[in-house]
């Protein structure tokens, strides 16, 4: 069974639009996460949920929106997408003592043209 | 915010030679994690390391976190192409992950 799962794993959209990932984890972890990996490797924490609650939102535009309907699912969406918002977007989920190790989704690779 | 640095950014080697990436950081950190990320892939956690001078041996992988814990390096020994991949360090505060810039690593066959 998959423990991240991120749909899609392709979105390609042009600039303007309004787009959403999902995610969902079936490990039972209170806290989820959303990650930037930009074409140059650098991930960057974007936001951390923790039991349905917004506890990290690093500086990101407001064009940028999380919904956690439950524990279980966080998912981002995106509003007037940019050409800058092309990125892999990784979910993951974790946080859990005592190394807080986190498990990434599969990721989704965003292409805006 | 706090950051840790890694070097090389890249590391090309032949089958069999040894690799090390080196992570640095300006500030004393209260533990480093080690991530691996296959191309195409997703980050999976390698190993934490908590205490002081901390080595730990996974199979062809030392991972060491220095004495005064401001810096940290992981050696592979005889590399292998299921190696091939970028490997990051990571400062580790609580629930926030920062991750290093990461070495990516190439095994020529």
């Known amino acids: 069974d998959t423990a991240v799962s991120q749909t899609p794993k392709y979105l390609v959209t042009q600039m303007g639009n309004d787009k959403s990932i999902k995610c969902e984890q079936n490990?039972?972890?209170?806290?989820m996460y959303w990650y930037k990996q930009d074409s140059k490797k650098f991930l960057k924490i974007m936001f951390s949920y923790n039991n349905k609650e917004l506890i990290i939102n690093e500086t990101v535009p407001n064009r940028f929106s999380p919904k956690s309907p439950d524990k279980a699912h966080l998912n981002l969406h995106i509003n007037s997408l940019e050409l800058g918002d092309s990125a892999v977007y990784f979910c993951?989920?974790?946080?859990?003592?005592?190394?807080?190790?986190?498990?990434f989704g599969p990721g989704t690779r965003l292409t805006v043209t | 915010g706090q950051q840790v640095m890694q070097i090389p950014q890249y590391q090309h080697v032949q089958e069999g030679e040894d690799f090390t990436t080196y992570c640095n950081s300006s500030t004393t950190l209260s533990n480093i994690q080690w991530y691996k990320q296959r191309p195409g892939g997703h980050p999976v956690f390698l190993i934490q390391?908590?205490?002081?001078?901390e080595v730990k041996k996974q199979k062809r992988l030392t991972f060491q976190f220095g004495e005064a814990k401001k810096n940290s390096s992981l050696h592979i020994t005889a590399t292998q192409t299921t190696d091939v991949g970028t490997y990051f360090c990571v400062r580790n505060a609580g629930n926030m992950l920062t991750f290093g810039g990461g070495t990516r690593l190439m095994v020529k066959p």
């Open positions: 490990l039972g972890h209170d806290t």
């Open positions: 390391l908590v205490k002081s001078g």
């Open positions: 993951a989920s974790g946080g859990a003592l005592p190394t807080y190790e986190q498990y």
